[in-house]
């Protein structure tokens, strides 16, 4: 019965680490993508007042990069973003060393 319960709890261990690399993969795939949806939506909005795609993107490109420029210049708020990112790297990893213990408690008990 200990193996039954060991075999448990390391289960229930790497459901744990696959949910916080899924929301750290997330988390740092959304700050990539945000950059490229400002783009696609601002083309969109140009092409609502009758600009076409070549011209709309040649305008919102350097829009989405002013914006990202606008974010890199404010002080402290790249680096937040990125702590933030390494805060959950740092959580799972310690939730999914919690289970050792609880491993080492059922193979003594």
């Known amino acids: 019965m200990k193996n039954v319960n060991v075999a448990l709890v390391r289960l229930l261990q790497f459901v744990i680490f696959v949910v916080f690399t899924f ?3 997330v988390y740092f795939s959304a700050l990539l993508i945000l950059p490229l949806d400002f783009a696609i939506l601002f083309i969109k909005l ?4 009758g600009l076409n795609g070549m ?13 990202g420029w606008l974010v890199y210049k404010t002080p402290g708020l790249g680096t937040l973003l990125v702590n933030i990112g390494m805060d959950l790297v740092t ?3 310690e939730r999914v060393k919690d289970f050792d213990k609880i491993v080492e ?3 003594s008990a």
């Open 55 to 67: 011209i709309s993107a040649a305008i919102a490109v350097p829009l989405v990069g002013f914006l």
């Open 46 to 49: 140009l092409g609502v007042f």
């Open 105 to 107: 408690t059922v193979k």
């Open 23 to 25: 929301v750290v993969l």
């Open 91 to 93: 959580a799972g990893k």
